[in-house]
């Protein structure tokens, strides 16, 4: 059993496994530059998989996994969904980690799923989409029960041109969060911080007054490592826009040429020259964020509230001494960076789905997958042989057979959570009632992207370059290696190397949008 | 290269057409051996040759949903904005001064190595020593770049502490883009030398002894025998190797210089073999990037060929 399932890994990993029903499989393992090229081309002009009339309705999914074991194609947990939904269900999993290589590879070869999972919306979907490679949804969402109530803020960040090509799997939109030692706080005789200034004392104090009360110098404030994303969710409290905002005359300008992008950047400056973050953060590996957090090294961290959870498991210690905050005030009030919103989102091929009946018959079955009793399906499995319910609680039982625990294996990856997650979970524990409190509670300050929608043909032909050239000067600048003579000169090169046509291609799309009254599902201004 | 037609090549086409004649029967009689050649002939065509045609993606817009046959052709557009592209001159500088340095520095390193391990006596502690400078080899790039880290932050890096303790101060050898280009050859050199012994200790094995008792008798020391027999005797593998090297030079090696890669150094660290991955992979451009690596080919190609070519006007074998 191991080894079989060890060998299948090996397979799957050079990407030419059976799947579950032996159907012909293509090469995807693409590495260098060149080689996926020729990959394409020996694929192209497969059969194209017809939808078949009849009931109950075949449906294929392709979309990403983390194991590789996933029970028979016909275990209890795929029949009772199958029951449920009046389908006959043909999963494709595809490892995560080579899941984009992947769907660029079925996408040139045409043989494509009824339901294909799309990871980022990045250029090669995006002209797939503008070419009308897969049915635009935006029109249909409003007949479907559950599709009906999804969340407007993320059918905009992941449209394209303000249209929907999508169902998106959910995620928390106000998940950012400040993560601190409230038991410092305490030690410190500091009220829980409310504003910026409030924030900065808590950084200074956590450095230089000793907060672990152990007579050594030897904590500081906040942790950050190369990962950017603490700088983009503190300078949303400064009343930086996310991603975009609008000038005085209406036009829409990136983040970085706001007068507020500056005043954080002098705030993050002040941070790094007084020690209040740890030194060496710009080559800081993510993977090692929570250590000095756990260690008690550091006071805050700044991130997704739910990694509280993960310092909770790390080390139990910690459980009481956590808090959870979700923003402090600045001048433009109480704002958080809401994240993107979505895991991913399923889109629905017309090569495979060519007519509108049969596009009914997959989207009922999308939304179907948001009932209670198949979001329990996905996430839990058959009550009764993968958990019982104790109390309104899962617990899992038969953790020791791997058949049974198997069967639902990756199955949450087909769960979209709209309009919310309904399955049963497991008892939370303070840390989690407290993060699930805290990201509620974000969700009605959550500043949206107001261009997650828009489209520029530069951006996604050079948008890595552009993004590099503001993100290394913003860290140069942070730790001083650049002044604001140096800010300046990168934001002119920012634009002298596309940037200017970015802006004017969002705008031109902006415009286009909203003279084509696309704008319905659009969060915009 | 025009050959002038002389006595001793007439001779040697003459002669090369009485072979062919007799090719098939040549043939029939190694016909194992051919059959021994057919499953490396058929890896090479399979998984070299073939997907080469890949290469024809440079002068397309290619997407990937339409397909190799569907994409739109642009003929040179690809180069034109690759060369025009104000990033060209910062990678090509960047590109070839790693390299340089690893010419510099890291390449005479297994040499010098080669040349220590040959002059040790005690068969045990050469075979020793052989074993512990082979095993860095094997260690992943991405473990060494984490040592890397572990030994060089200034927040808990063990050497910033002792410089710390013994200097009161820190050098911020990670961040520091002056500091980039040395710690990549530290790390090859550190990785690679030993491995890169093999060659050399090989072709050192072939010495004949008697030349060196010839020496001997002669009255030439240690350094005399090093410098008039054994440097001669590898002299064309060092050729050979640095040949193949410089066909190299736009090769800095992904991995390692996209781990080493950080905000502040990226100025210095971005090279082609990066780029290619940005562009290509990140942002699913992959004719241009395709383009890239094909320039890069391209250049590698010609500076083999060149290199040879001055090599046997040096009197060198070369490697065709």
Not at chain 1, 326 to 342: D, I, Q
Request: no cysteine; hydrophobic share 45%.
């Amino acid at each position: 059993m191991h080894l079989r399932s060890r060998l299948s890994a090996m397979v799957r990993m050079m990407g030419m496994n059976g799947s579950p029903t032996g159907k012909k499989r293509r090469l995807l393992a693409v590495t260098s530059t060149m080689v996926p090229a020729i990959a394409l081309m020996l694929v192209s002009n497969g059969p194209s998989v017809a939808a078949k009339d009849g009931q109950p309705f075949h449906i294929t999914i392709m979309t990403d996994a983390f194991n590789i074991d996933h029970g028979a194609p016909d275990n209890p947990v795929i029949q009772a969904l199958e029951k449920y939904t009046n389908t006959q269900i043909t999963i494709e999993w595809v490892p995560n980690t080579n899941y984009e290589d992947k769907v660029n590879a079925t996408l040139a070869s045409g043989d494509l799923p009824q339901v294909m999972l799309i990871l980022n919306k990045d250029g090669s979907f995006i002209n797939a989409a503008k070419s009308g490679a897969f049915w635009d949804l935006t029109p249909y969402l409003k007949n479907y029960p559950n599709l009906s109530q999804a969340n407007p803020t993320i059918l905009q960040n992941i449209s394209v041109d303000g249209r929907v090509y999508g169902i998106y799997r959910s995620r928390p939109l106000g998940r950012n969060a400040i993560i601190y030692r409230k038991d410092w706080l305490k030690n410190l005789h500091l009220p829980v911080p409310k504003t910026i200034d409030d924030f900065y004392k808590m950084l200074y104090d956590f450095t230089y007054k000793d907060p672990d009360k152990n007579g050594k110098n030897d904590t500081y404030g906040m942790v950050v490592t190369s990962y950017t994303g603490p700088w983009d969710i503190i300078q949303t409290w400064f009343g930086v826009p996310n991603g975009w905002g609008f000038d005085k005359t209406g036009k829409l300008i990136p983040a970085q040429l706001t007068p507020e992008y500056m005043n954080a950047l002098n705030f993050f400056h002040k941070l790094y020259v007084q020690h209040l973050v740890n030194k060496d953060f710009a080559v800081m590996p993510p993977d090692q964020w929570n250590t000095p957090f756990i260690n008690g090294q550091a006071g805050v961290i700044v991130d997704a509230a739910d990694r509280a959870n993960q310092i909770v498991k790390a080390n139990p210690k910690l459980a009481d001494k956590i808090g959870i905050l979700g923003a402090v005030r600045g001048p433009e009030g109480l704002r958080t960076l809401g994240t993107s919103g979505y895991a991913g989102f399923y889109v629905i091929p017309r090569k495979s789905v060519p007519t509108l009946s049969d596009l009914q018959k997959v989207l009922a079955f999308l939304d179907k997958l948001n009932d209670k009793y198949a979001q329990n399906l996905l996430w839990n499995g058959i009550e009764g042989r993968q958990y019982k319910l104790v109390k309104g609680y899962v617990q899992p039982i038969n953790t020791n057979n791997v058949t049974i625990h198997n069967e639902v294996n990756d199955l949450n990856q087909l769960l979209m959570g709209i309009p919310t997650n309904r399955y049963y979970t497991t008892e939370p524990t303070p840390t989690s009632k407290l993060v699930n409190q805290v990201m509620a509670q974000n969700a009605k300050i959550v500043v949206p992207n107001p261009a997650a929608g828009l489209y520029s043909q530069t951006y996604a032909q050079q948008g890595t370059q552009l993004d590099n050239i503001l993100n290394d000067a913003r860290i140069k600048y942070i730790v001083g290696q650049i002044d604001a003579n140096g800010w300046k000169n990168a934001i002119s090169l920012w634009r002298k190397s596309g940037g200017d046509q970015y802006i004017k291609e969002i705008n031109e799309d902006y415009q286009w949008v909203k003279k084509h009254g696309h704008l319905k599902y659009l969060a915009l201004k | 290269m025009s050959i002038p037609v002389t006595d001793s090549t007439m001779k040697a086409h003459a002669e090369r057409q009485v072979k062919a004649t007799s090719a098939w029967q040549r043939i029939r009689r190694d016909k194992w051996l051919y059959i021994l050649l057919i499953p490396g002939s058929l890896y090479f065509l399979v998984f070299k040759y073939i997907p080469m045609w890949g290469v024809l993606i440079a002068f397309q817009n290619f997407e990937p949903w339409q397909g190799f046959f569907h994409s739109p052709w642009i003929g040179f557009t690809n180069f034109r904005l690759f060369f025009e592209n104000p990033d060209f001159f910062r990678l090509l500088r960047n590109t070839l001064l790693l390299s340089l340095y690893n010419i510099v520095f890291f390449f005479p390193a297994p040499i010098v190595l080669a040349l220590l391990l040959n002059e040790v006596r005690k068969a045990w502690f050469k075979r020793t020593v052989q074993t512990m400078v082979y095993l860095p080899h094997f260690v992943s790039m991405v473990i060494v770049a984490a040592l890397t880290y572990v030994f060089l932050t200034t927040d808990t890096g063990f050497i910033n502490q002792l410089l710390q303790h013994w200097f009161g101060r820190q050098v911020d050898f990670l961040t520091n883009p002056a500091w980039f280009r040395p710690i990549i050859v530290l790390q090859t050199i550190w990785k690679e030398t030993g491995w890169g012994t093999i060659l050399f200790l090989a072709a050192l094995a072939g010495v004949d002894v008697e030349l060196y008792e010839a020496a001997i008798v002669d009255g030439a020391n240690r350094w005399q025998q090093l410098w008039h027999i054994t440097l001669p005797a590898i002299r064309s593998t060092i050729v050979i190797l640095l040949i193949l090297r410089m066909g190299s030079v736009l090769d800095n090696g992904f991995e390692q210089v996209y781990l080493m890669t950080n905000a502040l150094n990226r100025d210095v660290a971005d090279v082609f073999d990066t780029y290619v991955y940005f562009v290509g992979i990140t942002q699913g451009s992959f004719s241009y990037s395709t383009a890239v690596g094909l320039f890069k080919a391209v250049v590698g190609a010609f500076l083999i060929w060149t290199s040879n070519y001055v090599a046997k006007k040096f009197g060198q074998s070369g490697i065709f």
